[in-house]
């Protein structure tokens, strides 16, 4: 008997390898990963490139869709998402899914699908074609779309959802067109439902973000027009229109002609007369409460700073009865009204002011008022009849 060589020859060593080799192909199908693929048929079938299979499961949903076929389109994303929680294609399905929602009547529920791309998955190429459709759906509920009750009826205000969205879109992209849209958007949307303090923000802000845009005169008269609706009345604080006549300045030296076509002269006057009109009202509030001292103060700060109101005449008209409560010491050491009054009404008489004319006494300079007291609606009780 041949004894057996237990050294093995070369051709030895590669047949072994070659065995090997073959075993580790032909091993069990758990050491595998398996991957499936949507058939025409809609069921799962297993396939061999994930990729491929991912990317044609996709267009098949977009081709539901663009067939006039939501619900297969939903129903094959929903599916797809459901079995594959992770990979390249989820936010395309995501978008697939959203879009269906929206051409079934159930955009709010597509929002939800739209905001899982934009914060999680802001790397992708859906993000952005995301942010567009949210916005076209803030568009629309800002127009007044209201949102569906348990599905059916739309009875519910979407204002807050509008506003949220608006909002986002700008912090998600800024700088971008899409934001620049929404920004005014936004500030229109203020505008429209009388939220002026609002508005005059939101149009500050355009105006500092997108100095370039060709909507940026727009933004600029509507902030102004923001700023004097905030503007409650003489009772009330009158902070718009302080810096509405601070912009109005700023425009009739920087852009005269759009200062001219948005009538910025006749609104500055406008605000002067608002202005001596709340300070006289404070006037006329402190004589009604037994300080004629303080309304006498007012009413020199009226003539002082706005002389050509109709305000500072009905002022005058008022000097008498503010004098006429006064101690006499003080009475005597006011300004002559007298004067001032036939100064501005010329051939109208002299008006009555209960005291003698004293044509040397100058008017009053700011060191003789007080300080102003600014008038609030909360603050300030109402002047009584």
Known sequence: MTRFDPIP???????????VTLAGLAGPASARQETYELGDDDVWQAEDKPTDAASRQVVLARRAL???????????????????PGGEARPEMLLVRGDALVEMGDEYEALFDYEAITRTYSGSRAFVTALEREYQIAVAYANGLRRKFLGTIRIINADDDAEELLIRIQERLPGSRLAEDAGMELADFYFVRSKMRLAADAYDLFIQNYPRSDRIEKARQRLIQAYLASFRGPRYDDTGLRDAKRRLEV??????????????????????????????????????????????????RVLEKHPATVAALDGLRIAPTILANMPAGIAAECPDYRAMAEALLGAAGPVQTGVEARPEVPLPTSRSLAPEVPVDAKATPEPTP
Do not use: C, H, M
Not at 9 to 19: E, I, M, N, Q, R
Not at 66 to 73: S, V
Not at 78 to 84: G, I, R
């Open 9 to 19: 020859s070369p051709l030895g060593f590669v047949l072994l390898a070659a065995l």
């Open 66 to 84: 663009a067939l006039g076929e939501p619900e297969r389109a939903r129903a094959l994303a929903s599916a797809f998402l459901d079995k594959f």
């Open 251 to 300: 425009l009739e030296v920087t852009q005269p002609g759009l200062a001219q076509r948005i009538g910025a002269e006749a609104l500055l006057v406008r605000i002067e007369e608002s202005e001596a009109r709340k300070l006289l009202t404070t006037a006329e509030w402190y004589l009604s409460i037994n300080d004629p001292v303080s309304a006498e103060q007012y009413l020199r």
